[in-house]
């Protein structure tokens, strides 16, 4: 042993090249004494049963079953340690685990692991608590929803329900999905999907009438998502939660009594939809309702958060789309006439239809607002237009977490459910900036000059909350309360809140949102109305540049109103957000893609939901999921009236959907009337008609000079009358107007009075026939006030009517005439000039 133990040092010395020479240069051999003395320890613990066993005279099997007894030990201890790693690799990656213990063909194919989990536990405990969630809901009914109607109107003071049963069947929770990634670590959040069919009778009436309506069954079916937030370290662990849809949900109502009307085929789609707005009002993204747990909950920021980002798509090109038109009965093969719907969350945009092309670049740009990007994703349909059904050119789902990592997304994406086509795609993600050190760089990037204050990209955020006002005077009547409404408008942006019935001192807690082009030159207007008088109650305008300068550009105070009661105010919170696009610097070699999710529904089932969310009605006042946006000159398709901004439905109006305006549909699965929505983008995604003119005016240059105006002029008397309180606009003549085909013209004028671009606030000549000098003499007014009118933006368009059919139909020429003039009262009668959008007219004496 002494001789093995003095060789080691030796080989070990020579073998490292001199390595062990500096720590024993005198050869002599270093001993770790703690060691030794562990080894001599653990061999004496060895040898001391064998000396005992022989000292004592016993036999050796004692040496054998001992040692038999410490491996069954060490083998139980081994086999509980294992058991506890796979207990906990079960619970971190559960399909990996059984994956790797059992071979695929060995499971069951009933076997799978979704992300949605069954809750029949949850289940069984709604069945149990039903009969009292029904009692909890009949006395919402009779106690809180009763007394509210009646008191809305003198007619409907004796209204009743007669009957509230909410049913024997108990809403159902098909799945639960939980987020573990990409989440706040201060909140929990829960996809629920409901269900809930129930043969419910709920019976009203209004005795004063003789009227009776009721409901006998109910269906509803959408996805509910929960979020419990903030987690704190007291009971009860989560501050407040918070409850809505992310999205429309499915609804199929049954009437009876005066009611059964509603279910006349084209009303029942009518009313269903109204319904649904209202339930938007509340309950689908950006709404929700927020029930705080503990006191120090700032309530308010968790009811209306501030959007988690912008997104901008450039809704590009497409190319080797499928030919579905046909003709012949099908022997002949056609193209197709694609556009596209565009959808984040609630918020919807369709394309315009480029004709007769398997290969159309649409280029234009939209912009949504983004508040749970967990489980929303951006969702693209392209349609062939068809008279009667558009046919299905291929779709598209992309996930939005995968969109905010990479920041800008610039790809071709193979469109599914169709055997070819590919769609290019530019996908932005804008941060919101709560300070202006960007703010110059980004007016740069998207060309904000002087003459663009009120259109364009967006540069800017503007975030709303209008919480109350106190002290509002009576209106027309002195002994009544007013029914006060408030308008806001940036630009010709405008939305408007809820109404508020019988109160001067209203409370409103609604959150709206405002795209911004430049924030330097606009500003906020709001008014707040009696909606029963129609008059004014007060007005404020708040500089956009002001916030510019304010602590995180935000503003939190009482305004005073002018125009109004000595102390009239109004209580709003304004926050600005500066868009910014980080580009993120990348290797060259680097390679991205954004995740595509394939469809989980057929495209049947998406292509009715997606419409039917599109489908517009009216319905009660309220805000929208996102801001309006009409371009100037609004969307001057050929043969195409302009928007009808649809009701809203949530925190700023539905007047647009994220820029957009719904269509008017007759029935969710077909699409009656569809109208592009306006594309924001300078230059590139000008409306169609504006694009036309432009491309029709180069034509008449062919390398000549044009004169001063090249679209002609039109002559206005425009004047507002005191005693008749309304503007009052009269269209003599036009001149000089361009031919749209080789028997000239047959132009008619229409007229808005910005930012109303209702259908009821449209005016229009009659047409006049094959003339470039048509002269109209037709006189028109508007109902506003002169303090109201000084305020708003006279929008006047030329247009050709063209025949039944005629593809010679579109814009001829535009003009904007602010009213802000003291000269209005004495009227005045002036030659415009006629511009392709209308932003820079000149008057001509």
Known sequence: MSGARGEGPEVGAGGAGGRAAPENPGGVLSVELPGLLAQLARSFALLLPVYALGYLGLSFSWVLLALALLAWCRRSRGLKALRLCRALALLEDEERVVRLGVRACDLPAWVHFPDTERAEWLNKTVKHMWPFICQFIEKLFRETIEPAVRGANTHLSTFSFTKVDVGQQPLRINGVKVYTENVDKRQIILDLQISFVGNCEIDLEIKRYFCRAGVKSIQIHGTMRVILEPLIGDMPLVGALSVFFLRKPLLEINWTGLTNLLDVPGLNGLSDTIILDIISNYLVLPNRITVPLVSEVQIAQLRFPVPKGVLRIHFIEAQDLQGKDTYLKGLVKGKSDPYGIIRVGNQIFQSRVIKENLSPKWNEVYEALVYEHPGQELEIELFDEDPDKDDFLGSLMIDLIEV????????????????????????????????????????????????????????????????????????????????????????????????????????????????????????????????????????????????????????????????????????????????????????????????????????????????????????????????????????????????????????????????????????????????????????ISLPIATQELRQRLRQLENGTTLGQSPLGQIQLTIRHSSQRNKLIVVVHACRNLIAFSEDGSDPYVRMYLLPDKRRSGRRKTHVSKKTLNPVFDQSFDFSVSLPEVQRRTLDVAVKNSGGFLSKDKGLLGKVLVALASEELAKGWTQWYDLTEDGTRPQAMS
């Open 404 to 683: 905010e990592k990479e920041r800008l997304l610039d790809e071709w994406f193979t469109l599914d459910e169709v055997p070819k086509g590919k769609l290019h795609l530019r996908l932005e993600w804008l941060t919101l900036m709560p300070n202006a050190s960007n703010l110059d760089k980004v007016l740069t990037d998207i060309k904000a000059d002087k003459d663009q204050a009120n259109d364009g990209l967006s540069s800017a955020l503007l975030i709303l909350y209008l919480d109350s006002a106190r002290n509002l005077p009576s209106g027309k009547k002195i002994s009544s309360n007013p029914n006060p409404v408030v308008q806001m408008s940036v630009g010709h942006k405008a939305q408007e809140s809820k109404i508020r019935y019988k109160t001067n001192e209203p409370v409103w807690e609604e959150n709206f949102t405002f795209f911004i082009h430049n924030p330097k030159r606009q500003d906020l207007e709001v008014e707040v109305r009696d909606e029963q008088h129609q008059c004014s109650l007060g007005n404020l305008k708040v500089p956009l540049s002001q916030l510019l300068t304010s602590e995180d550009m935000t503003v939190s105070q009482r305004f005073q109103l002018s125009n109004s009661g000595p102390n009239s105010t109004i209580k709003m919170k304004i926050a600005l957000r500066v868009l910014h696009l980080e580009k993120r610097e990348r290797p060259p070699d680097h390679q991205h893609s954004a995740q595509v999710k394939r469809p989980s529904v057929s495209k049947e089932g998406r292509k009715t939901s997606i419409k039917s969310h599109m489908s517009g009605s009216p319905g009660p006042g309220g805000s929208n999921t996102a801001p309006s946006t009409p371009v100037i000159g609004g969307s001057d398709k050929p043969g195409m009236e302009e928007k009808v901004q649809p009701p809203e439905a949530g925190p700023q109006g539905l007047h647009d959907l994220g820029r957009s305006s719904s269509s008017l549909l007759a029935s969710p699965g077909h699409i009656s009337v569809k109208e592009p929505t306006p594309s924001i983008a300078s230059d």
